[in-house]
Structure formats: structure tokens, C-alpha cells
């Protein structure tokens, strides 16, 4: 048996999975904690493992193991957080920088958008740890665990909470320590899916130069793409990233990019890719510009990998530069099935 504890990767989100751990410890017997993010992960966990249940622990799972959690139609736990709070946590604790912990917890909430609502999720908020029993209580139910009160108490006993009551002057304290800058990626990235979780419609998520990359140029590392980009040199990738996972559905990107006068009758080719390409277009510079290139693309429920936003030079170029604006991600209304199917019938009839 697998018991899947998904959440954002956060103190609250640990504790879950421990307590899930004792509590099918002391129901089943031995019990395996493993962290599983794709399906691969999960078959070499479970060949792997000698103990009869396994504990899933998962920040961040692709879209296609998401579809297969929800397709097996079992009880799951979703750790609902605060995405800021699991930043802090990234930074502080293990020492990412914004940019880093920004796309790690970015991607996470990608993930509790579909799974919280999952017909056998138990969604749970980190208010929710001010009474950690209650919870306990609640989990063991939720997975039919068939423990006494006084067993699951012994349980949360040696697990208490983390405090986030008490944290929140704290997490304002270390917010307004973040420069301009990190708050524009943070907010950018983080603030649509922190208004969703409250009850809110998700807003367009903006994904700041900052989160994107500049290839490596010789023995200089890959950067951020905050700055002007030299185009000089061979047809090449200019601008490559974020790197950072979305909800399955249609998506529509809108990149700003600025030229300078040199790009003049220059072509460039703007895509989006997961492991493969969902969209492109190319496009001509007529000079000194700023330019808005939409792309309309698919994430489908097989798609294993994060979203990549690629701006590539065709030729080799002399001179000139070009500047990353931001790139704005909106979740488009999905057709109607009444309405597809209407069309396709219609279609079908009349070739």
C-alpha cells in the first residue's frame, strides 16, 4: 500500500508526513518514508522497499503522476500552506537563494492547485497545526487507519507544532529584509497562487527577468536574465527558463522583450517547452522596440517536465542587444464539451 503526503515544501508539510509515518507505523507496522516527485521515483521506491507500506512524501510531483494520484481514486493528504512561509523556510533553513526557493515553491503550488481538489483529498492548512491532534485525528480517519484517541495522542505527542502562530511577525520582519527586486520575483511568481488559496480567482502569474537564464559564455555560468543581452556571435539560445511547473490546461504566455536599434531585420524564434515544444513563433526586429509575443500552449496530463520560455537568434549577429521585459502566464477557459463536440459532429457531417 502507498499513502501519498503532498505539500508545499515547508515545516508544516514535514510534520504531516511524520505524523502520517506513526500513525501507519503503529496500524500496520514497518512503514518507509520515501520522497517521490515522478512515477519513475515511485516504481524504484516501491522495488526497493522491504516494508509492506511506503509513505510518499511529495513537494512538487509532474503533472502526469498527478493525474495517476487522482486516477486511482485513494484517500491522499494535501499540506496546504503558506507559499511565503515556505519560502522563508527554503532560504533560511536551507540556504537557497530567492530565485531558487521562488521556482521551488512555485512549482509546489502548480501541484496544490490540482491536487486539493482531488475528490479523496484531505486538504488541510497550516492553521490547522494549532491543534495537532485534532489533525492527527483527522488523518488517521481520512486513511482508515483504526487507532484509539490515546494511541494517536502518544503519537503527536513527541511531534509538536512548528509555531506558525507565533512566526508571523517573524515572516514580516524577514519579507520587508528582501530588496525590491526579490520582492517583484517573489510576489510575481507566488502572490496569484497565495490570493487563490484564500479562496480567490488565480490571477495571471508574472515571472520576472530575474527568474530567467543567460547561457553560460565561456567560463562565466549561466546568469540571470536582468540585463541587457548581447546578441553578437553565432545563432545561439539568448534567454532560456524559469524552469517552473503549471497546472495542466491552456496557457497563454505574453513575453516582453525590448531590441535595440542594431537588432534591425534580425529574427528571433520565441517558443515554450516541457521536455518538448508546445508553441513558437518567429519573430522580426524592426529596430529600437519593445515587442509583446503571445504564445498559446497546452499542458497535458502526461507532460513530465517544467516550463521553459526560449528566446533564440536564427543567424549570427555583428551587433546589438536584447532585454527581457517579463513574461505573463494566463490559465485560458477550456472550451466547453457541449461545445466540442457540437463543432467536431458538425464537422463530421459536412467534410
Not at 207 to 221: H, T
Request: net charge negative; with cysteine; aromatic share 6%.
Amino acid at each position: 500500500m502507498i499513502l501519498f503526503s503532498i505539500g508545499l515544501p515547508s515545516g508544516f508539510a514535514a510534520w504531516c508526513d511524520a505524523t502520517l509515518v506513526g500513525l501507519a507505523e503503529r496500524a500496520f507496522g514497518t512503514v518507509e518514508l520515501a520522497a517521490i516527485n515522478t512515477l519513475e521515483e515511485l516504481a524504484v521506491a516501491a522495488l526497493r522497499t522491504d516494508a509492506m507500506r511506503l509513505v510518499a512524501s511529495s513537494r512538487a510531483p509532474v503533472v502526469r503522476l498527478q493525474t495517476e494520484i487522482v486516477r486511482v481514486d485513494k484517500p491522499l493528504l494535501v499540506a496546504l500552506g503558506n507559499p511565503l512561509e515556505a519560502l522563508r523556510g527554503l532560504m533560511e533553513d536551507a540556504g537557497q537563494d530567492v530565485v531558487t526557493a521562488t521556482r521551488t515553491v512555485a512549482s509546489s503550488c502548480a501541484t496544490m492547485l490540482t491536487l486539493r481538489m482531488a475528490p479523496r483529498a484531505l486538504v488541510l492548512s497550516s492553521e490547522d497545526e494549532i491543534d495537532p491532534l485534532a489533525l492527527a485525528i483527522a488523518i488517521a480517519r481520512h486513511f482508515e487507519l483504526r487507532l484509539r484517541d490515546s494511541d494517536i495522542a502518544q503519537i503527536v505527542g513527541g511531534r509538536p507544532p512548528t509555531g506558525v502562530e507565533a512566526d508571523r511577525d517573524e515572516l514580516s520582519t524577514w519579507w520587508d529584509r528582501l530588496s525590491e527586486r526579490e520582492q517583484a520575483i517573489v510576489n510575481g511568481a507566488l502572490q496569484p497562487y497565495v490570493a487563490h488559496f484564500s479562496g480567490g480567482e488565480l490571477e495571471p502569474l508574472i515571472w520576472e527577468p530575474g527568474l530567467f537564464l543567460v547561457p553560460a559564455d565561456g567560463e562565466m555560468g549561466p546568469g540571470p536574465a536582468d540585463a541587457p543581452i548581447d546578441v553578437t556571435g553565432r545563432a545561439r539560445f539568448l534567454v532560456h527558463g524559469p524552469y517552473i511547473n503549471l497546472p495542466p490546461g491552456s496557457w497563454s504566455a505574453n513575453v516582453v522583450l525590448g531590441f535595440s536599434a542594431e537588432t534591425a531585420g534580425m529574427t528571433f524564434i520565441v517558443d515554450v517547452a516541457a521536455g518538448m515544444q508546445l508553441a513558437s513563433t518567429r519573430i522580426e526586429s524592426t529596430g529600437e522596440q519593445v515587442m509583446e509575443v503571445n504564445l498559446a500552449f497546452e499542458i497535458q496530463e502526461a507532460t513530465t517536465a517544467a516550463i521553459e520560455i526560449r528566446v533564440v537568434i536564427e543567424r549570427a549577429a555583428f551587433d546589438g542587444r536584447l532585454a527581457l521585459g517579463y513574461a505573463t502566464l494566463i490559465r485560458r477557459t477550456t472550451v466547453r464539451g457541449d461545445v466540442r463536440d457540437y463543432l467536431t459532429e458538425t464537422l463530421r457531417k459536412y467534410p
